[in-house]
């Protein structure tokens, strides 16, 4: 039987859901998990789901709420299903009257990637907590914990949860800063570890470039190969981010520097004596074109293109390389389309003008998809394929950097795709979701000798196997269709949370999950993303005011629910 409740202030929750989250409800013919079909409903009410346990609401006051709470945890008892543990976000009922429609519930009919994850965040203590204060305060004796945000317990983590070592569970969107892709203690990464193989990796690391093991080539056929982006066919393996593009950026000066004396000239004594003094011809002046705000690495060369941050380049030698602006587009885009088309050829004409007359030769130009650590910076498709266009023009390398963009989080595996290049970038670098690192190139940059790009370890068999688990685990469970629909319904419900709270979330963009918003200033972003860890949310932030979203592939729409009512209950505050 139905009944109506005692005000139309009232909030919906569900018992059953709270006691058995994978219960399908129902209020009449409806089904309660799905909240839409109730937004018809004149008022909240009181009713029955399906297994006979009890729906009950959260009303707008603190007081009437817990009293309605109580008899939840006592059925919940009597029931001894699984213990009562209420969504962080209703526990502070106070909070929770001012989100509209929560959205938790919508989704838990979806097969879920990890059925062993948490349900729901929680945080048990204050932030950071007593366990994670004292483990800072030894590790700090012998390491800057500056950049600290908390001390994880990663054996206790699952899928898109991770735990600190107080105990909390963070629903995480930041995922070890956009490099974890397929969830805390996947399954078949454990599985991968129990192999005689990976054991083999594991305890004999090889120097790569000097001696393989004889499963090597599976590895680089099976992780790197399966998935090389059109028309690049050979490889370079490195260690992170940062030197996949310092040594692209090595490989493309060899390569200029080949074509001006000629493929098979071989070195001239000039060149060899003076390039110890590191002087000209043997050492030549050359550079690489990037873009303000751009980040491309901390190394010398790497660090020279980048120039997001001042802290990161202050006190550091760089070499005289150029920049040009990267548009900075409106939002939303649709109404200002000719601004957006103005901007982007402007950048574009600075790049030629650069191209024609920095003092020094520009062997290479090189730019994110999206600037990431920049704050989130995008530019259309047919900005890129005409810089393409330019490079191509002036005889200059295409370097297209997707350390953050590549494997999967803007819904395709490499986000350079999606431009419809009729021409493919002379190399692309990857790193972070990958685990390995390195970058693709076309044969004819292969260097004209042995060890001229080189290192000790020349990447890690061990990551490469990580590596080609990855790829199985995006094919076989199809996270690029999900990282593409968890998209679309995340900037589409952010949108409408922009919508109500005007002046709050501004400049919502994205591709796949890899979404960003901006903030009114700095302060305000920095607050936000520390409010919204309190709620049991691991978020980071980018550029002067911009939060980045930097979810899993395995992030589903059953926790965009959780994440979305977070950033309600937080804004509302």
């Not at 070592?165 to 969107?173: C, E, R, S, Y």
């Not at 088309?341 to 650069?354: G, K, P, S, T």
Request: contains cysteine; positive net charge.
């Amino acid at each position: 039987m139905r009944e109506r409740s005692r005000t139309s202030r009232a909030k919906h929750v569900c018992l059953c859901y709270v006691t058995a989250p994978t219960c399908p409800l129902s209020v009449g013919t409806k089904p309660f998990c799905q909240r839409h079909d109730l937004s018809g409903t004149s008022s909240p009410h009181l009713g029955t789901c399906t297994t006979g346990e009890r729906l009950s609401y959260i009303s707008s006051s603190p007081t009437s709420a817990r009293s309605h709470l109580e008899p939840a945890m006592a059925l919940s008892t009597l029931l001894r299903r699984v213990p009562l543990q209420l969504p962080f976000h209703l526990q502070a009922a106070r909070t929770f009257a001012s989100v509209i429609e929560p959205r938790v519930g919508r989704h838990v009919a979806q097969p879920l990637y990890f059925k062993d994850e948490p349900v729901t965040p929680t945080v048990r203590t204050v932030l950071p907590g007593p366990n994670t204060k004292e483990i800072l305060a030894r590790l700090d004796q012998y390491q800057d914990t500056r950049s600290i945000v908390f001390v994880a317990d990663y054996q206790k983590s699952r899928g898109n949860y991770v735990v600190d070592a107080d105990g909390n569970t963070f629903l995480d969107l930041y995922c070890q800063i956009a490099s974890l892709p397929v969830g805390y203690n996947n399954q078949a990464l454990l599985d991968l570890v129990k192999t005689p193989e990976f054991a083999t990796a594991l305890a004999n690391r090889p120097a790569l470039g000097v001696a393989p093991n004889n499963d090597w080539v599976d590895s680089v056929e099976q992780a790197f190969m399966k998935v090389a982006p059109k028309g690049l066919t050979n490889i370079f393996t490195a260690m992170c981010g940062s030197c996949a593009n310092e040594s692209a950026y090595k490989a493309a000066f060899m390569y200029h520097q080949r074509l001006r004396r000629g493929f098979e000239t071989p070195f001239s004594f000039e060149e060899l004596s003076t390039c110890m003094r590191n002087q000209a011809p043997g050492s030549p002046d050359l550079s690489i074109l990037s873009f303000r705000r751009a980040f491309h690495g901390r190394l010398f060369g790497s660090l020279s293109t980048t120039r997001s941050k001042a802290i990161h380049k202050l006190d550091i030698p760089s070499f005289d390389w150029p920049q040009a602006d990267f548009p900075q587009l409106k939002y939303p885009l649709i109404e200002h389309e000719k601004y957006n088309r103005a901007e982007e050829q402007r950048c574009l004409d600075l790049v030629v003008n650069i191209l024609k007359t920095w003092h020094n030769p520009v062997v290479a130009v090189v730019v994110e998809p999206i600037q990431a650590e920049g704050g989130d910076n995008h530019a259309s498709a047919a900005f890129f394929r005409s810089l393409r266009q330019v490079c191509l023009d002036h005889n200059t390398l295409f370097i297209v950097d997707e350390v953050q963009t590549g494997v999967g989080a803007t819904g395709t595996f490499w986000a350079h795709s999606k431009w419809d290049l009729t021409t493919p970038p002379d190399i692309v670098t990857f790193s972070k979701k990958f685990q390995a690192a390195g970058y693709y190139y076309r044969p004819e940059l292969r260097p004209n000798a042995p060890y001229r790009n080189y290192n000790t370890w020349m990447g890690d068999q061990v990551r490469a196997m990580q590596a080609a688990e990855i790829v199985r685990e995006i094919e076989t469970k199809n996270l690029l269709e999900n990282v593409r629909d968890v998209g679309e319904y995340l900037m589409h419900e952010l949108a409408g949370i922009a919508a109500r709270r005007r002046g709050t979330l501004l400049n919502l963009r994205g591709e796949g999950t890899f979404i960003a918003f901006d903030m009114e200033d700095g302060p305000a972003r920095d607050k936000f993303i520390g409010d919204m860890r309190g709620v049991g949310v691991n978020m980071g932030g980018c550029g002067d005011r911009a939060v980045r979203l930097r979810p899993m592939l395995v992030f589903q729409k059953r926790h965009a629910d959780i994440f979305l009512d977070r950033v309600e209950e937080v804004l509302s505050k």
